[in-house]
């Protein structure tokens, strides 16, 4: 008989659950673009579900992580943190991963993985800059779409700094270049250059060693994992499923226990 | 639910509690009182008998009771900034005079109570009782406390009592003023500081002696390129210890006593000593106590080292703990299963927030940096100077690293928790690199939390809780893999 897992990843701006099958087999995902403390977790859940025309009785083991992991009292078996849930994800995607950078709604973190298994890690102070925030505020004020900005900033022709990493004042430096008439594509490569600094000065504390690999919704962002390889020198991995990676990895976590808990 | 607590711990209550007392007294009888700075010579105060008490503790205590952020506002709004240390804030505004308060209606006279306030009720079995009417659980009237507000004790005296209703609101305003053990420090009549804390320091006591128009005693300990601390260096406190002397002489009108001052050194040292026994014993596993404990302690090392009855105390608690690791008892209210260092300061008015992940997860604290940063035993003069060199954050990395990691060797810690203090950035702003050869030297895991002292706008709980489960996670599986390797 097959084990069936579910992970839920409640981040702050999106919900996202993966279903395994026996540990290995992706069944069905889902992702709900609202997070912690919206109706976002209940529709990402009901949608999984429903997707494989299973039931919540069905699944053998439920694990949460994310931000709001402790709001899902009585769906999820267990809780645990989005760090070691992150780790587990890219190890499974990216055998050879050894880094872990993941770029969230509001934070950053940095993972040192070995075999498989989350090391050590640091995360950015209470600052939003380097988050995936910091790219919606500044998407907003060029009027583009979060999307777009990795296309449009690889049609950049000139260099344009964005020098503060304070996001207010990052805004307003955005707007004198946009009254000055900067290319909007030279200020949103601007822009994917600051981020990738900042969270580069994140990743020289943990250390960084091949194989380096990108999460979190900022990794489709092709300009941000474009400026950021140039600032670590290193080549970065990422895979279509990177928003997915957290709930992959509690789904995995939910397999491992499953399994200790009835072996036991 | 309420500790047993030891008779060394009780002692060592005391001891803090009669220097705050003894110092009320004094300034009642017309003597001089003074404030100063936790790594000042205290054996030179000692040598003249000079009643001192120590802003920094105060601060600690006030940020605990959460007064902390109405205290930093009103330094706020006499103008200093609010990237200054917690500390510093709570101190200035205490200086010039502003109290945490308790509200009440001037007509009356009755305290405004907070609905806010107070603990859940309980009934005989202990469970907490439903309010039919509004489905929340009912609050213990026995636990609200008034609204706080913020008032000046400046302001007060200064009030009229010539008839009776206002003599009464002048009494009751007074009464108002909450009546914490710290709050209750008497104004200055001159302040000792010695900046080998920090930077900060030097302003602030210049502040307050400027405020008070008081005077100031500056002993200047620049911070530390080596870990040796060199001839010339000696020679320069040694100068200004000869020049304090002389200061204090003026002030209180007596002589230098060297015999009083032999024996304060004799009491300090003895006081270190017992201190770092007492540390030591965290070393056992599982620990007899708590490493939090030890920032509680710690207000006995900072205002009373140089007393005979710290000495005591200390060695009493070293009795309790050797007998407790007889029997494996421990005041650790968790079974152990990690153990951590602490480092920096705790977030004080955040103390339940702090322990909350950490208990729920069985993470001891068995390593903090106070132990060798505050247990400094010397010979002779010369000596004394060398120990007042190193602080906490005048010392160089090479010497921090080494403390550091020379305790949690001992002290088998499992990982690292940093906590990147807003307040006190000497503090914070090695850390990151610290953290790095933690790592590598240590093979442990670390993680970083950002919070403060003081002020608790700026510590956020579901951060810092995720912080402590990652590192667990990664305790867990650093364990799993040493495991793994050994077999
Ligand atoms: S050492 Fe840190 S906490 Fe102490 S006074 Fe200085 S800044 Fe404040």
């Known amino acids: 008989m097959s084990i069936y897992t579910l992970g839920i990843d409640i981040g702050s701006t999106a919900s996202k659950c993966v279903m395994l099958k026996d540990g290995r087999d992706i069944v069905s995902k889902s992702l709900i673009a609202v997070g912690a403390g919206t109706s976002g977790p209940q529709r990402a859940i009901a949608q999984v579900l429903e997707s494989a025309g299973m039931k919540r009785e069905d699944m053998d083991y439920v694990l949460a992580t994310g931000y709001g992991r402790n709001s899902l009292e009585g769906v999820a078996d267990h809780q645990m943190s989005e760090l070691s849930c992150h780790g587990k994800g890219a190890a499974f995607l990216f055998p050879e991963v050894h880094t872990v950078i993941d770029i969230g709604g509001q934070d950053v973190k940095v993972l040192q993985v070995e075999n498989g298994v989350m090391t050590n890690f640091v995360m950015n102070d209470k600052c939003a800059a380097g988050t995936g925030r910091f790219l919606d505020v500044m998407a907003r004020v060029l009027e583009v779409k979060v999307e777009d900005l990795g296309t449009l900033g690889a049609q950049s022709t000139k260099y344009v700094g964005i020098s503060s990493t304070c996001t207010v004042f990052a805004e307003s430096e955005v707007i004198s270049q946009l009254a000055m008439d900067t290319d909007k594509r030279d200020i949103i490569n601007g822009i994917h250059k600051s981020v990738a600094s900042r969270v580069a000065g994140l990743a020289h504390r943990v250390g960084i060693r091949d194989q380096v690999v990108m999460t979190g919704g900022v990794a489709q962002n092709t300009g941000v994992v474009k400026a950021l390889e140039e600032a670590l020198g290193h080549t970065i991995h990422t895979s279509p499923l990177t928003q997915y990676n957290g709930a992959l990895g509690a789904a995995l976590f939910g397999y491992q226990r499953y399994l200790k808990e009835h072996q036991a | ?487």
């Open chain 2, 1 to 487: 639910m309420a500790k047993a607590v030891s008779p060394g711990v009780q002692a060592l209550r005391k001891v803090v509690d009669d220097v705050y007392a003894d110092a009320r007294k004094a300034k009642a009888e017309g003597k001089l009182v003074g404030w100063s700075s936790s790594k000042f010579p205290c054996e030179l105060a000692e040598a003249f008998d000079l009643n001192v008490m120590y802003p920094e503790n105060q601060a600690a205590g006030i940020a605990a009771n959460r007064d902390g952020e109405i205290m930093c506002q009103a330094a706020e709004d006499l103008g200093y900034d609010n990237d200054i240390c917690g500390y510093a804030r709570i101190s200035l505004a205490y200086a010039a005079g502003k109290r945490a308060s308790r509200k009440f209606d001037p007509e009356t006279l009755e305290y405004i109570i907070d609905p806010k306030s107070g603990k859940p009720l309980k009934d005989a079995d202990g469970k907490v009782v439903i309010d039919p009417e509004t489905g929340k659980p009912k609050k213990d009237p026995k636990t609200m406390q008034p609204y706080t507000v913020l008032d000046d004790i400046y302001e007060i005296e200064a009030l009229p009592e010539t008839t009776e209703k206002e003599r009464a609101y002048k009494n009751f305003r007074r009464e108002a003023i909450k009546p914490y053990r710290q709050m209750r420090m008497p104004q200055p009549d001159f302040v000792l500081c010695c900046n080998n804390i920090c930077n900060c320091m030097t302003k602030w006591y210049e502040n307050i002696a400027r405020m008070r128009n008081i005077p100031l005693i500056m002993i200047d300990i620049p911070y530390n390129n080596t870990v040796e601390v060199h001839d010339t260096n000696v020679a320069y406190v040694r100068a200004q210890f000869d020049a304090a002397i002389k200061q204090l002489e003026e002030i209180t009108g007596k002589k230098f006593d060297e015999k009083k001052f032999e024996q304060a050194c004799a009491n300090a040292n003895r006081t270190a000593q017992a201190w770092l026994r007492v540390c030591d014993y965290l070393q056992y596993k599982p620990a007899p106590y708590s490493g939090f404990d030890l920032f509680n302690h710690m207000a006995d090392v900072v205002t009373a080292r140089g007393k005979v009855a710290a000495a005591e105390a200390f060695e009493l608690l070293e009795k309790d703990l050797a007998e407790q690791v007889k029997t494996g008892a421990t005041t650790t209210p968790f079974p152990e299963q990690y153990r951590v260092m602490f480092e920096g300061i705790p977030c004080w008015p955040k103390l339940p927030n702090l322990f909350k992940p950490l208990k729920a997860n069985g993470v001891n604290v068995t390593a903090v940096v106070y132990a060798p940063a505050f247990g400094f035993v010397y010979d002779d003069l010369d000596g004394m100077c060398r120990a007042y060199y190193k602080a906490p954050n005048s010392v160089c990395i090479e010497q921090g690293v080494d403390w550091r990691e020379g305790i949690c060797r001992a002290n088998k810690v499992d990982g690292v928790l940093v906590h990147y203090n807003r307040s006190c950035k000497p503090w914070s702003g090695y850390m990151a690199e610290m953290q790095r050869r933690f790592t590598a030297d240590l093979g442990v895991p670390c993680a970083g939390f950002d919070g403060d002292q003081a002020d608790p706008r700026n510590f956020n709980e579901a951060q810092y809780e995720t912080r402590v489960q990652g590192l667990v996670e990664a305790m867990e599986a650093n364990k799993a893999a040493k495991e793994a390797a050994a077999k």
